[in-house]
C-alpha cells in the first residue's frame, strides 16, 4: 500500500481545487460544504450545548439552521464573500483572536477556505 506523505497530498489537493474553480466548478452544499462544516465545526455549533452555539446561537448542523445564522445577524450573505461573517472569521480577517475554529489543531487548509469562499461567491445554494 502506497502512503502519501500529506505535503503531497495537500498539493494534488490544491491543484485539484485551483483546476475545478478554473473550470468553473460548482462547489455543492451537500457534497463539499456539509462535510467541511461536519469535520470542523459542529463540535462547538450544535445545540443544546456547542460552546460556539451557546454564545452565538449559530447552529451549523443543517443548511437552514446555518442560513439562519446567529442571535444577532445571518453569517452568510449570498454571492458577497466579502461581508459574509463565516468568510471573515475562517479567513481571519474579524481579528486574530476571532478566527473560526479557534482550535489551532482544526484550523480550515487554504484549500478548505477558498472552497467556502467560492460556495457563498456561487450563492450559497442548497445543492
Not at 503531497?8 to 460544504?33: E, H, K, P
Not at 460552546?51 to 453569517?75: A, C
Request: neutral net charge.
Amino acid at each position: 500500500m502506497c502512503v502519501m506523505p500529506r505535503r503531497v497530498w495537500l498539493a494534488c489537493f490544491l491543484m485539484v481545487l485551483l483546476a475545478a474553480c478554473a473550470t468553473g466548478r460548482t462547489v455543492g452544499y451537500r457534497s463539499d460544504i456539509q462535510p467541511l462544516l461536519k469535520q470542523k465545526c459542529l463540535r462547538c455549533h450544535t445545540p443544546p450545548d456547542g460552546e460556539g452555539y451557546l454564545q452565538t446561537g449559530l447552529d451549523m448542523r443543517t443548511y437552514e439552521s446555518l442560513m439562519q445564522g446567529t442571535f444577532y445577524s445571518e453569517v452568510i450573505i449570498p454571492g458577497d464573500s466579502r461581508r459574509s461573517i463565516l468568510n471573515k472569521l475562517v479567513e481571519g480577517r474579524a481579528g486574530k483572536d476571532m478566527i473560526m475554529p479557534h482550535n489551532s489543531d482544526n484550523k480550515l487548509t487554504d484549500a478548505e477556505i477558498e472552497m467556502l469562499r467560492l460556495w457563498v461567491e456561487q450563492g450559497a445554494e442548497y445543492n
